[in-house]
């Protein structure tokens, strides 16, 4: 089974993807700074992340990522700002999806980046 971290500050979009994401063992942080012990506590086969976290953005924890390792990592963010996504593919997200946003869809991407066959 794979393992997916989501990191959000929010109990819904945990909720809706450890449901969507039924090929996986999902993993919660409501922070950068817990989601960043976790990872270098266990091991993940993905990440989503939100953008708007606590302490420090999920665009600083994807950043922190990309210093360590090429970890497949989904952004998903309510932010307006149009240069968000852009900004997330410039520090190596494989997927940005805005809020709200369809679990199916970001399932898919994720069985994609993970090679799961449904």
Same mark, same amino acid.
């Given at each position: 089974?794979?393992t997916?971290?989501?990191v959000?500050d929010?109990d ?5 993807l450890?449901?969507?994401l ?8 409501k922070?950068t700074? =817990? !989601?960043m012990? @976790?990872?270098?506590?266990?091991? %993940?086969?993905?990440?989503?992340t939100?953008?708007d976290?606590? #302490?420090?953005?999920g ?11 090429a970890l497949p990592?989904?952004?998903?963010t309510?932010s ?5 996504p852009? =900004? !997330?593919?410039q @520090?190596?997200?494989?997927?940005? %999806?805005?809020?709200?946003f369809?679990?199916?869809?970001v399932? #898919? ?10």
């Open positions: 089974m794979k997916v971290l989501v959000d929010h819904s979009t945990p909720a809706l450890e449901v969507a039924s090929f996986a063992q999902v993993t919660r942080a922070s700074e =817990r !989601a012990t @976790l990872i270098e506590e266990q091991s %993940f086969d993905a990440i989503v939100d953008v976290l606590p #302490q420090a953005s665009l600083e924890l994807l950043s922190w990522i990309r210093s360590r390792s990592v989904v952004v998903i309510a307006p700002d149009p240069e968000v852009q =900004r !997330a593919t @520090l190596g997200a494989n997927a940005f %999806f805005s809020k709200p369809s679990p199916s869809v399932r #898919q991407r994720l069985e994609e980046l993970l090679g799961v066959t449904s």
